[in-house]
Each structure stands twice: as structure tokens, then as C-alpha cells.
């Protein structure tokens, strides 16, 4: 089978992602607003760009998106970081570098320094097992950006008729199929996350980050992540015992890959590439063309992408306001 080709990383290309991911936070942050009402949880759309407000400390409290459909004018800026003062948070901006060129110019005039790189990575996907939906349902919209988002080929639909309750994983030697890499063992399991299931997966969830000092912290956003609309939720076991989890959000044809955790004692089994390959076959089979991630450069995190078919797109910079 012929590999498509990789869209070129251009303006056009970056506007999906960014606009993607934009609403996966949105949809979080509703999801926040709704399991906690008293977070305060909110955002708002300035410009173009969406600003989020989940928590002061939270890091979906910033905004998307800047700079990419207009250049904001300074009473913009100025809204936009009233809005985050007003609330005790930080503002912070995370910028595309195919962002309008007049954009860091204004930033560094008004007192911005960069902190945080992020490695944007993309893949198409209409080659991982299953080819597009061409009657997936229309896109849930939450604002004026959901409704633009679903101007472009729907990535919703039923996730429990694409792939049903549980897949099992094969061969445990490195294979190629369409190019989605292989190589887990037999006895992993995936399968999506049903209602009764989610307290599982969030305990699992935050398991995986418990070394780190995060398990509280993770326990709670899996919770979080349950609740968001148009997030498919993966579970992934090892003789019947969870050690693995994953989300994925589907919008404009894109599918953003985020929410992997793997248990110390299960690490290193294959279980975060079978959660990988179902994700994909899961967004083709939902009218996903674009897989969507992100990592820090040159971390574990890219280094796997990249051996599994993503390309890295740009480098994006967060831009932290000094107080």
C-alpha cells in the first residue's frame, strides 16, 4: 500500500491544529465548569484566539490559537489579559510559529519572555487500518469555534460502533501494516472506556504519574476528561488488568492524542503503542484525516511519535507576561 502523502507544514496546516486543540481545551474547561462549578472554570474567544481559564495553576490556562486567524490590536491584548489577571492567573500565550509575523514584536513590547518549547507533531491517518467514515455524524459545537471547526470533515460519530467494546493487540514482533507500527504483545488488550469504567480509568490514569508527584493532580483531570464532550477514552490491559491509559478529542478532522499513563510496573510491555494504534484506527473510522500530539523536544515522548510514523509540524513557544 502506497503511503500518502504528509501535508505541507504551512499556515494552513498549523490553523487546523491549533484550532483543534484550541477547543480540545475548551471542551475541558466546560467539562470543569461542569464537575466543579465552584473552579470558576471559563473562556472566552478574542481575536480569534481562545483564552482559558482553568485554575490559576492548571496548564490549560492560557491561550490558543493567537495570532493565527488576525493579528490582535492592543486593546485585545489588553482583554485578553484582564481576563487572567482578574482571576489570579498567569498569562500565557502558546504561539505558532506560522503565527502573523508582527505577533512577538508585540509580545516582547509589552513586557512577554519565553519559557516553554513544545514539539507539534502530525501524521495523516487515512491509512492506519481503516479508511475515513464518509457518513460520520455531524460535530457537537460548543461556541462559534466549534461551529467553524465543523465546516470541515466531521470527527465525531459513534466511538463504541467504530471499534467496538475491545481489540485485541497483535504479534509481539515489530510489524508494519499501512504503516502503523506493531509490535505489542498478544496480551495486551484495548478497549474503549464505558460509563461504569471511568473510575478505573482514572485511578489508572494517575497510577502512571504517581512517581512524579502527580497522581492527585492526574486522578483528578482523568475525572475531568471523562466528562468532556467528544473525548473517547481508552483502557488498556494486560491479562485482563488495567495498566494503560489514553484520550483521544476528534474535531475538523483532527485527532488529538493526549492523556498517556502507563503503571511503573507495566511500562516497556507495548501498551502505550496498542493505545497509539487504536486511537488511529479509531479516527479513521470517525472521518479523521490529521493525528495531532505533543511533546517536549527531544524527549522519550517525540522520539516514539516519530518512530511511529509522526513528522514533527513547527516548534511552539509559550510566552509567559512578566508580573
Not at 24 to 49: D, H, K, L, T
Not at 58 to 67: D, I, N, V
Not at 260 to 286: C, F, K
Request: proline share 6%.
Amino acid at each position: 500500500m502506497a503511503e500518502p502523502s504528509f501535508p505541507f507544514a504551512d499556515l494552513a496546516l498549523s490553523r487546523r491544529l491549533e484550532r483543534a486543540e484550541a477547543l480540545s481545551n475548551a471542551r475541558f474547561v466546560e467539562s470543569r465548569a461542569r464537575v466543579v462549578p465552584s473552579s470558576g472554570a471559563c473562556w472566552i474567544e478574542v481575536a480569534g484566539a481562545c483564552a482559558m481559564f482553568d485554575g490559576p495553576a492548571s496548564p490549560a490556562t492560557q491561550t490558543f490559537s493567537l495570532g493565527m486567524s488576525q493579528l490582535p490590536t492592543g486593546e485585545e491584548l489588553d482583554r485578553i489579559e484582564a481576563f487572567f489577571t482578574e482571576r489570579g492567573a498567569p498569562v500565557h500565550h502558546e504561539v505558532s510559529p506560522l503565527a502573523d509575523d508582527k505577533l512577538v514584536p508585540m509580545l516582547t513590547g509589552r513586557g512577554y519572555k519565553p519559557f516553554e518549547f513544545t514539539s507539534v507533531l502530525y501524521r495523516p491517518i487515512d491509512f492506519a487500518g481503516l479508511k475515513p467514515c464518509a457518513t460520520s455524524e455531524p460535530s457537537r459545537t460548543t461556541s462559534e469555534l466549534s461551529r467553524a471547526a465543523a465546516d470541515e470533515p466531521s470527527a465525531t460519530g459513534s466511538v463504541a460502533q467504530a471499534t467496538g467494546n475491545a481489540v485485541q493487540a497483535t504479534g509481539n514482533v515489530a510489524q508494519t501494516t499501512g504503516n502503523v507500527a506493531q509490535g505489542f504483545s498478544p496480551a495486551v488488550t484495548v478497549r474503549l472506556v464505558e460509563a461504569g469504567d471511568v473510575d478505573v480509568f482514572a485511578r489508572t490514569s494517575a497510577a502512571g504519574w504517581s512517581q512524579a508527584g502527580l497522581g492527585d493532580f492526574i486522578l483528578e483531570m482523568a475525572r475531568v476528561n471523562a466528562a468532556s464532550e467528544g473525548v473517547a477514552l481508552f483502557l488498556a490491559e494486560l491479562d485482563g488488568k488495567p495498566i494503560a491509559t489514553a484520550a483521544l478529542s476528534m474535531t475538523g478532522g483532527i485527532a488529538h492524542l493526549a492523556g498517556a499513563s502507563t503503571i511503573p510496573s507495566a511500562r516497556n510491555r507495548g501498551a502505550q503503542l496498542a493505545l497509539l494504534d487504536q486511537r488511529l484506527r479509531h479516527a479513521a473510522a470517525n472521518g479523521c484525516d490529521i493525528a495531532l500530539m505533543g511533546a517536549l523536544p527531544g524527549s522519550g515522548s517525540q522520539r516514539n511519535a516519530e518512530r511511529h510514523g509522526f513528522r514533527i509540524a513547527y516548534t511552539r513557544i509559550k510566552w509567559m507576561k512578566a508580573s
